[in-house]
C-alpha cells in the first residue's frame, strides 16, 4: 500500500521559514512526480508546486516563486518543500501527493498544517 | 477567484443524478485531460476521475467524467447519502506552467 506522511507543519511568525517533508512508502519513488497542494481553512485546493522524478524539473504557483523551493531525496524517498518568508496568506493545511503516466494526484498524504502569525 | 469555475454548491435526493460542472479556457480544459477529486470533512482529497473519463480502480461505476472544448462534468448517478462531499476539478494549465484546481462544489444529499 502506497503511503505518504508529511511532517514540519507549525506555528511562525511572520517572515518566518519551515521545512516540510513528505515520507513516501510502498511505491518505487523516482518513478513518480511529486506535487504539493496546500488548503487554507475554510476553502478549496490550491496547487503549489510540483517536482519530476529526477528533480530536473519544478513548476511552482506564482504566489510563491522565490519563497518556496520544491526538492526531493530519491534515496530516502522523501519529498520537501522549503518554505521562506512565510505570510499569513500562507496558513493552510499542505499536502502532498504523488503522480504517474498522468493518472492523477492518488494518493495523497494526510496533511501537515502550517500556521502564520504572531 | 480560480482559473477554473465550478458552482458553489449542488444538491439532489438518493437515486437521483447530479453533474458537477467546470469551467475553463482553451489553455487548460481545452487542450489537457481533466482530473476529479473528492473530499469528506478533515480529511485528506481523493482522485475520483483521470484523464477526463477513467476511474481509478475501486471508484464506482456511478462516477463519471466527460469533456467538451473548454468545459468539463462530473455526472453521479444513483446519488447515495455517502456521496455528500466537496467535489474539485483540476487540469494542467499550460499558459500558466501549472495546475490549477476549481473552486470547489458540496454536494448535498437531501
Known amino acids: 500500500e502506497v503511503q505518504l506522511v508529511e511532517s514540519g507543519g507549525g506555528l511562525v511568525q511572520p517572515g518566518g521559514s519551515l521545512r516540510l517533508s513528505c515520507a513516501a512508502s510502498?511505491?518505487?519513488?523516482?518513478?513518480?512526480?511529486m506535487t504539493w497542494v496546500r488548503q487554507a481553512p475554510g476553502k478549496g485546493l490550491e496547487w503549489v508546486a510540483n517536482i519530476k522524478e529526477d528533480g530536473s524539473e519544478k513548476y511552482y504557483v506564482d504566489s510563491v516563486k522565490g519563497r518556496f523551493t520544491i526538492s526531493r531525496d530519491n534515496a530516502k524517498n522523501s519529498l520537501y518543500l522549503q518554505v521562506n518568508s512565510l505570510r499569513a496568506e500562507d496558513t493552510a493545511i499542505y499536502y502532498c501527493?504523488?503522480?504517474?503516466?498522468?493518472?492523477?494526484?492518488?494518493?495523497w498524504g494526510q496533511g501537515t498544517r502550517v500556521t502564520v502569525s504572531s | 477567484q480560480s482559473v477554473l469555475t465550478q458552482p458553489p454548491s449542488a444538491s439532489g435526493t438518493p437515486g437521483q443524478r447530479v453533474t458537477i460542472s467546470c469551467s475553463g479556457s482553451s489553455s487548460n480544459i481545452g487542450s489537457n485531460h481533466v482530473y476529479w477529486y473528492w473530499q469528506l470533512p478533515g480529511t485528506a482529497p481523493k482522485l475520483l476521475i483521470y484523464k477526463t473519463n477513467q476511474r481509478p480502480s475501486g471508484v464506482p461505476d456511478r462516477f463519471s467524467g466527460s469533456k467538451s472544448g473548454t468545459a468539463a462534468s462530473l455526472a453521479i448517478s444513483a446519488l447515495r447519502s455517502e456521496d455528500e462531499a466537496d467535489y474539485y476539478c483540476a487540469t494542467w494549465d499550460g499558459s500558466l506552467s501549472g495546475w490549477v484546481f476549481g473552486g470547489g462544489t458540496k454536494l448535498t444529499v437531501l
Open positions: 501527493a504523488s503522480s504517474r503516466d498522468g493518472s492523477g494526484f492518488d494518493p
Open positions: 510502498g511505491l518505487i519513488f523516482s518513478r513518480y512526480w
